[in-house]
Nanobody, 121 residues
């Protein structure tokens, strides 16, 4: 299971950190991804991290502003979001897929419930 948390309302320019805690199985050889979906839009890849190697990948719209990381001891992946913009407003989801750092939602096998991030202008 994946449990995302940390969403909330923040002013433009502010920061927020999302957490995704994994339980029920070993995700050490998985890739963990963050996606987001705004009303009326398709689900968008935000960032991903290979749990074992630590390699990362980011969507173009968040490069330089968001950072993904993991804490192996806590089975938790984080998404540190800075310089937030109203366009970042969305429900954020964490997901997992075995081995490869895909950016397409359909490639991911496990999904957590989303957490809402609202950025006010």
């Amino acid at each position: 299971q994946l449990q995302a948390s940390g969403g909330g309302t923040v002013q433009a320019g502010g920061s927020l950190r999302l957490s995704c805690t994994a339980s029920g199985r070993t995700f050490s050889r998985y890739v963990m991804g963050w996606f987001r979906q705004a009303p009326g839009k398709e689900r968008e890849f935000v960032a991903g991290i290979n749990w074992s190697s630590g390699s990362t990948r980011y969507g173009d719209s968040v490069k330089g502003r968001f950072t993904i990381s993991r804490d192996n001891a806590k089975n938790t992946v984080y998404l540190q979001m800075s310089s937030l913009e109203p366009e970042d407003t969305a429900v954020y989801y964490c997901a997992a897929v075995y081995a490869s750092l895909f950016t397409t939602p359909s490639e991911y096998d496990y999904w957590g419930k989303g957490t809402l991030v609202t950025v006010s202008s």
